[in-house]
């Protein structure tokens, strides 16, 4: 089992920076790829950024694109997604995912099995 935790939201003001973290342990060695997922109040969750295992890959959603930067550092079993020139719309719970399939690095929210509790990020306008 790999467990995940979420750290660094908290409230910001629009054109301000955060930087989210998510710790993985347990199995650590069957985590493959990992991504961020956030959900908006009255909203489906959505994809926001996803990276390979070795970091070469990286997806992300067309609006945050530019913003956003996703990494990870495998010797400390942690993902990072750098938030800069944040905007209201992107308040939301963040949530950081893990899939153990080999080869992949997926887009969809479905293709993760293990999830965090998720981090509050408030942006004010």
């Known amino acids: 089992q790999v467990h995940l935790v979420e750290s660094g939201g908290g409230l910001v003001d629009a054109g301000g920076s955060l930087r989210l973290s998510c710790a993985a342990s347990g199995r650590t060695s069957a985590v493959q790829a990992m991504g961020w997922f956030r959900q908006a109040p009255g909203k489906d969750r959505e994809f926001v950024a996803c990276i390979s295992r070795n970091g070469g890959t990286t997806y992300y959603v067309d609006s945050v694109q530019g913003r956003f930067t996703i990494s990870r550092d495998n010797a400390k079993n942690t993902m990072y997604l750098q938030m800069n020139s944040l905007k209201p719309e992107d308040t939301a719970i963040y949530y950081c995912?893990?899939?153990?399939?080999?080869?992949?690095?997926?887009?969809?929210?479905?293709?993760?099995?293990?999830w965090g509790q998720g981090t509050q990020v408030t942006v004010s306008s």
């Open positions: 995912a893990a899939t153990s399939v080999i080869n992949l690095t997926p887009r969809r929210n479905d293709a993760y099995q293990y």
